[in-house]
């Protein structure tokens, strides 16, 4: 704790625990569950609220102001900004995402382990155990054919008619009624996110949770991590309320991979730290069916065409109204026709794993994230959708809206889509979106090309864990839920063994 | 996100002008009825919570659409002082220009118009959005005292 601290003092909040973790998404949660279950004395600290499902909003604006971070207009800085999605919520962005389950792809693991030095973490056997303990603990099963849903039906026909790769997606909600408001919080709790799985096992194991309190840097003492300093907020307004410090013998960031790097290098950490920043961004195309689709019915994300060789995933993804609208052509009475048949839409997406690496500073008004697509990663890009255009004509559609800046704003036909593909897209054509995140703190046995240890520890403050997608040092091309819980799971397994027993801060 | 006086009239025109209200409603078409639509609130609730660059932005958006005529010499004054035809046809104007800020932020006010709009319990109502839904389980959606939504089975 540095002089500013001391002399600043009022506390608002004081605590002490064994284990704090800071934030309570995929990675946090995971370890505190693990650490709990295994007798630590272990404290939650979250920025957001705790969201009752019962009290989450329904309506597109509602949700994203209330559980996702800046009201889901964080954005990378640059000449074309891309969105950049995070929950900050009790629960993180497992709160809002759709459930999708990958293990972690066999190339990554050997490339984790070969060039990363990172064969402990990413050992095979111990994964695999892993894996089947969380597949059971959050009821991952295959989207079954019931909860499908008109939009993900489409799109299995259309990828069966051109022989692509498809299969149902495989989620955390084996008993999902295809309310398709995962964005908004499963109506009732049939997906198996981190607030009404893994955090209340964790609590009933005796972990505490302090809400609305964030985080702003760990308090390190003779070289070594003893806690962390933060503010209080206020839930409606999110204004700071005054200061709190938490002691422990551990320290556990998993704030994610914005503002992981942040809390570490205002806590004084500097090489690699903000760097090697990675994503999958993605983008979607809009299909209009002369019958009704009813995408209002199905699971949000229900099927999906894996092309890893290609380096993309394509999606199908159902929309609340008032996005879906936003994304159809048209002003004034042409739009108003196109919106009064909200049920006739389909949407499906790509998610382009980027070679692209980008870098988290500090910024004025909070992180500045630094990326910008390269020229063969938006090769992919358009290849992807070009690929989903195509995919909505074979399903059957009378309009394509590719929502693609410089190229036509509807197409009709097959024909029209190879046009499109000829045509040389501009740079900030392609409208992104990025929401699976990686790197900022990556993990490492090499010191000098890493923030972290294979255990997780960093290699410059003993007793400073960094437990979330942060210390991926690569991306992966799949959805990255599975494997952050799965590589915490195991970081925190041997920590809880290093750790001892129970013992007081 | 407060706005001045005059933001909040070019933003209710400029709103207005992706799908102007009618007290008639035309066949096929989604028309709001008059005063049926909060767009200044829902606007300002949905900014509540938005970065410090995005409400810049929101700002800055708002201007150079509301002083559009007079940048793109159709006429000497705000939106609001057109009629509804020169709001269409200048906001189609500005969705396909050529430069890249006008368009993007041209855009960016049409997915604030899209969000209040159908954030409206009785326009997603009409737009048919949650037919497949109701044909699949018997869910309503009531309007609570905030005016955000509740389902109720």
Same mark, same amino acid.
């Given at each position: 704790?540095?002089?500013?601290?001391?002399?600043?003092?009022?506390?608002?909040?004081?605590?002490?625990?064994?284990?704090?973790?800071?934030?309570?998404?995929?990675?946090?949660?995971?370890?505190?569950?693990?650490?709990?279950?295994?007798?630590?004395?272990?404290?939650?600290?979250?920025?957001?609220?705790?969201?009752?499902?019962?009290?989450?909003?329904?309506?597109?604006?509602?949700?994203?102001?209330?559980?996702?971070?800046?009201?889901?207009?964080?954005?990378?800085?640059?000449?074309?900004?891309?969105?950049?999605?995070?929950?900050?919520?009790?629960?993180?962005?497992?709160?809002?995402?759709?459930?999708?389950?990958?293990?972690?792809?066999?190339?990554?693991?050997?490339?984790?382990?070969?060039?990363?030095?990172?064969?402990?973490?990413?050992?095979?056997?111990?994964?695999?155990?892993?894996?089947?303990?969380?597949?059971?603990?959050?009821?991952?099963?295959?989207?079954?054919?019931?909860?499908?849903?008109?939009?993900?039906?489409?799109?299995?026909?259309?990828?069966?008619?051109?022989?692509?790769?498809?299969?149902?997606?495989?989620?955390?909600?084996?008993?999902?009624?295809?309310?398709?408001?995962?964005?908004?919080?499963?109506?009732?709790?049939?997906?198996?996110?981190?607030?009404?799985?893994?955090?209340?096992?964790?609590?009933?194991?005796?972990?505490?949770?302090?809400?609305?309190?964030?985080?702003?840097?760990?308090?390190?003492?003779?070289?070594?991590?003893?806690?962390?300093?933060?503010?209080?907020?206020?839930?409606?307004?999110?204004?700071?309320?005054?200061?709190?410090?938490?002691?422990?013998?551990?320290?556990?960031?998993?704030?994610?991979?914005?503002?992981?790097?942040?809390?570490?290098?205002?806590?004084?950490?500097?090489?690699?730290?903000?760097?090697?920043?990675?994503?999958?961004?993605?983008?979607?195309?809009?299909?209009?069916?002369?019958?009704?689709?009813?995408?209002?019915?199905?699971?949000?994300?229900?099927?999906?065409?894996?092309?890893?060789?290609?380096?993309?995933?394509?999606?199908?993804?159902?929309?609340?109204?008032?996005?879906?609208?936003?994304?159809?052509?048209?002003?004034?009475?042409?739009?108003?026709?196109?919106?009064?048949?909200?049920?006739?839409?389909?949407?499906?997406?790509?998610?382009?794993?980027?070679?692209?690496?980008?870098?988290?500073?500090?910024?004025?008004?909070?992180?500045?994230?630094?990326?910008?697509?390269?020229?063969?990663?938006?090769?992919?890009?358009?290849?992807?959708?070009?690929?989903?255009?195509?995919?909505?004509?074979?399903?059957?559609?009378?309009?394509?809206?590719?929502?693609?800046?410089?190229?036509?704003?509807?197409?009709?036909?097959?024909?029209?889509?190879?046009?499109?593909?000829?045509?040389?897209?501009?740079?900030?054509?392609?409208?992104?979106?990025?929401?699976?995140?990686?790197?900022?703190?990556?993990?490492?046995?090499?010191?000098?090309?890493?923030?972290?240890?294979?255990?997780?520890?960093?290699?410059?403050?003993?007793?400073?864990?960094?437990?979330?997608?942060?210390?991926?040092?690569?991306?992966?091309?799949?959805?990255?839920?599975?494997?952050?819980?799965?590589?915490?799971?195991?970081?925190?397994?041997?920590?809880?063994?290093?750790?001892?027993?129970?013992?007081?801060? | 996100?407060?706005?001045?006086?005059?933001?909040?009239?070019?933003?209710?025109?400029?709103?207005?002008?992706? &799908?102007?209200?009618?007290?008639?409603?035309?066949?096929?078409?989604?028309?709001?009825?008059?005063?049926?639509?909060?767009?200044?609130?829902?606007?300002?609730?949905?900014?509540?919570?938005?970065?410090?660059? &995005?409400?810049?932005?929101?700002?800055?958006?708002?201007?150079?659409?509301?002083?559009?005529?007079?940048?793109?010499?159709?006429?000497?004054?705000?939106?609001?002082?057109?009629?509804?035809?020169?709001?269409?046809?200048?906001?189609?104007?500005?969705?396909?220009?050529?430069? &890249?800020?006008?368009?993007?932020?041209?855009?960016?006010?049409?997915?604030?118009? &899209?969000?209040?709009?159908?954030?409206?319990?009785?326009?997603?109502?009409?737009?048919?959005?949650?037919?497949?839904?109701?044909?699949?389980?018997?869910?309503?959606?009531?309007?609570?005292?905030?005016?955000?939504?509740?389902?109720?089975?």
């Amino acid at each position: 704790m540095g002089l500013f601290d001391r002399l600043r003092g009022g506390w608002v909040y004081e605590d002490d625990a064994d284990y704090v973790i800071v934030g309570t998404g995929a990675g946090g949660a995971t370890a505190g569950k693990v650490l709990a279950e295994a007798g630590h004395d272990v404290l939650f600290l979250e920025e957001g609220p705790r969201l009752k499902t019962k009290d989450r909003p329904r309506d597109a604006i509602g949700a994203l102001s209330g559980s996702m971070r800046q009201a889901a207009t964080q954005t990378t800085a640059g000449p074309v900004p891309i969105p950049v999605l995070q929950g900050v919520c009790v629960g993180g962005s497992t709160a809002m995402n759709s459930g999708i389950i990958w293990r972690m792809p066999e190339d990554v693991r050997e490339d984790w382990i070969t060039n990363h030095g990172l064969a402990s973490l990413v050992d095979e056997g111990e994964l695999e155990r892993i894996y089947e303990t969380v597949e059971e603990d959050l009821e991952v099963s295959p989207t079954g054919d019931d909860v499908l849903g008109g939009n993900a039906t489409l799109m299995r026909q259309a990828s069966e008619k051109l022989g692509l790769p498809g299969k149902p997606m495989s989620r955390n909600a084996a008993r999902c009624d295809g309310k398709g408001e995962c964005l908004q919080g499963c109506p009732g709790e049939k997906r198996q996110s981190m607030d009404v799985s893994y955090v209340p096992r964790a609590m009933a194991a005796g972990a505490r949770l302090s809400t609305l309190c964030r985080v702003e840097k760990v308090w390190i003492e003779g070289g070594r991590a003893v806690g962390v300093i933060g503010s209080k907020m206020d839930r409606h307004t999110r204004k700071p309320l005054g200061r709190f410090r938490v002691r422990a013998r551990h320290v556990i960031v998993s704030a994610g991979v914005v503002h992981t790097p942040i809390i570490l290098k205002r806590s004084g950490l500097g090489g690699l730290v903000g760097h090697r920043f990675q994503a999958h961004p993605g983008a979607a195309i809009v299909g209009r069916f002369a019958e009704p689709v009813r995408m209002s019915y199905g699971a949000t994300q229900g099927y999906e065409v894996p092309m890893r060789s290609r380096g993309f995933k394509l999606e199908s993804l159902s929309l609340p109204p008032e996005m879906l609208a936003a994304r159809l052509p048209g002003v004034g009475a042409e739009w108003q026709e196109r919106v009064a048949n909200l049920d006739c839409y389909t949407q499906w997406c790509a998610q382009v794993r980027m070679e692209a690496k980008g870098r988290v500073v500090p910024g004025p008004f909070g992180p500045l994230v630094f990326y910008q697509p390269t020229a063969r990663d938006l090769a992919k890009a358009k290849e992807a959708l070009v690929l989903i255009c195509r995919m909505m004509f074979e399903a059957g559609a009378v309009e394509v809206y590719p929502g693609i800046g410089g190229i036509p704003e509807v197409l009709r036909s097959p024909a029209e889509v190879d046009a499109v593909e000829a045509q040389k897209w501009s740079p900030a054509a392609i409208h992104l979106v990025a929401s699976h995140l990686f790197g900022t703190a990556c993990a490492g046995a090499n010191p000098g090309r890493s923030v972290v240890g294979p255990d997780l520890q960093s290699h410059e403050v003993a007793g400073l864990y960094v437990m979330d997608a942060s210390v991926f040092p690569t991306n992966m091309g799949v959805n990255p839920q599975h494997s952050i819980m799965a590589v915490t799971y195991r970081a925190a397994e041997q920590l809880a063994l290093r750790g001892g027993a129970r013992q007081a801060a | 996100m407060r706005l001045t006086w005059w933001e909040k009239r070019w933003l209710e025109a400029i709103f207005e002008g992706f &799908a102007p209200p009618r007290a008639d409603a035309a066949e096929g078409l989604l028309t709001p009825e008059p005063g049926e639509v909060d767009h200044v609130g829902r606007f300002a609730e949905m900014n509540e919570h938005a970065s410090p660059i &995005a409400k810049l932005g929101m700002h800055v958006a708002v201007h150079l659409v509301g002083l559009a005529p007079v940048w793109t010499g159709t006429k000497l004054a705000g939106f609001d002082r057109l009629d509804e035809e020169a709001r269409v046809a200048l906001l189609e104007e500005l969705m396909e220009h050529p430069f &890249a800020l006008v368009k993007e932020l041209s855009w960016l006010m049409k997915v604030q118009a &899209a969000m209040t709009l159908f954030g409206t319990p009785s326009i997603r109502a009409r737009s048919g959005y949650d037919r497949g839904r109701e044909e699949k389980m018997p869910v309503r959606l009531r309007v609570k005292k905030d005016g955000s939504m509740k389902e109720v089975a």
